[in-house]
Structure formats: structure tokens, C-alpha cells
């Protein structure tokens, strides 16, 4: 039961991040709204302890949903070599963010505030990843 609402948790991000373009800041607010919007998903979704981690529905789901986040970090026209390591701290950013917001470790704290969307907006807004500059 839970590796389905895993599978579902994924295609509906996947759906969140698709709407998003492939722009790199709107993906990244689209990942931080759907973990907002879906916390009982996004709680199970990457609990490997919990999920049957083999079936193929939850591969194909999962993989489909990484290519969207993915994309909009190569949308940033980064070299094949810096690609991958800017992919990998994109999902961290992004991911971090939305489990520090839903466990409520900002609630409190100076970085903190009452719209979630808007840090999200001015967080990604402030970081260039592997050099890269927006135009």
C-alpha cells in the first residue's frame, strides 16, 4: 500500500514539475509547493525502508519525475560534466527546503517566515549553481 502511494506521490510531482517548464526556479518552487500540498506523499515517497524499491511502477514513476526536476537545471545550459553535481544540488536544495518548512525547523527561526512560497521564490532567486548566470 505504501510503495502505491509512493508511485502516485511521484506522478503527481511529476505532473507539479512538468507544468513547470523546465525552468529552473519555477521547478524548484513547483517541488517545495508539491511537498506543501501532498506531505502525506511526500512523507513516504523517498522512505526506501517502507517501499517495495524493486517494483517497476516506482522506478518508472520516480525516474519520470527526476527527468522534470532535472530539466530544468540542464535548461541552465550547464556543460555535461557540471550537469550532474548541479542536478544533485538542485534536488538537495529544493528538497531540504521543503523537509526543513514541513518539519517546521524554520517556524522559529530568522531564515523563517509566513509564506513558504515566497522564501522559495527568493531562495532560488539567490543561488547560481556551477557558475551558471540567468539572463
Same mark, same amino acid.
Given at each position: 500500500?505504501?510503495?502505491? $502511494?509512493? #508511485?502516485?506521490?511521484?506522478? @503527481? @510531482?511529476?505532473?507539479?514539475?512538468?507544468?513547470?517548464?523546465?525552468?529552473?526556479?519555477?521547478?524548484?518552487?513547483?517541488? #517545495?509547493?508539491?511537498?506543501?500540498?501532498?506531505?502525506?506523499?511526500?512523507?513516504?515517497?523517498?522512505?526506501?525502508? $517502507? @517501499?517495495?524499491?524493486?517494483?517497476?511502477?516506482?522506478? =518508472?514513476?520516480?525516474?519520470?519525475?527526476?527527468?522534470?526536476?532535472?530539466?530544468?537545471?540542464?535548461?541552465?545550459? $550547464?556543460?555535461?560534466?557540471?550537469?550532474?553535481?548541479?542536478?544533485? =544540488?538542485?534536488?538537495? $536544495?529544493?528538497?531540504?527546503?521543503?523537509?526543513?518548512?514541513?518539519?517546521?525547523?524554520? =517556524?522559529?527561526?530568522?531564515?523563517?517566515?509566513?509564506?513558504?512560497?515566497? @522564501?522559495?521564490?527568493?531562495?532560488?532567486?539567490? #543561488?547560481?549553481?556551477?557558475?551558471?548566470?540567468?539572463?
Amino acid at each position: 500500500m505504501l510503495t502505491a $502511494l509512493a #508511485i502516485q506521490g511521484f506522478e @503527481l @510531482l511529476d505532473a507539479e514539475l512538468r507544468a513547470a517548464a523546465g525552468d529552473f526556479r519555477a521547478v524548484a518552487v513547483a517541488y #517545495i509547493r508539491f511537498a506543501r500540498t501532498h506531505p502525506g506523499h511526500f512523507d513516504v515517497m523517498y522512505r526506501h525502508d $517502507l @517501499l517495495r524499491t524493486d517494483d517497476a511502477e516506482l522506478i =518508472a514513476a520516480r525516474a519520470r519525475s527526476g527527468g522534470e526536476l532535472h530539466s530544468g537545471v540542464l535548461g541552465m545550459g $550547464l556543460s555535461d560534466d557540471a550537469a550532474p553535481a548541479a542536478a544533485l =544540488a538542485a534536488w538537495s $536544495l529544493v528538497h531540504g527546503f521543503a523537509t526543513l518548512w514541513r518539519e517546521g525547523a524554520l =517556524a522559529q527561526s530568522s531564515l523563517g517566515g509566513d509564506d513558504p512560497e515566497q @522564501l522559495a521564490h527568493a531562495m532560488v532567486a539567490a #543561488i547560481e549553481f556551477a557558475g551558471a548566470r540567468a539572463t
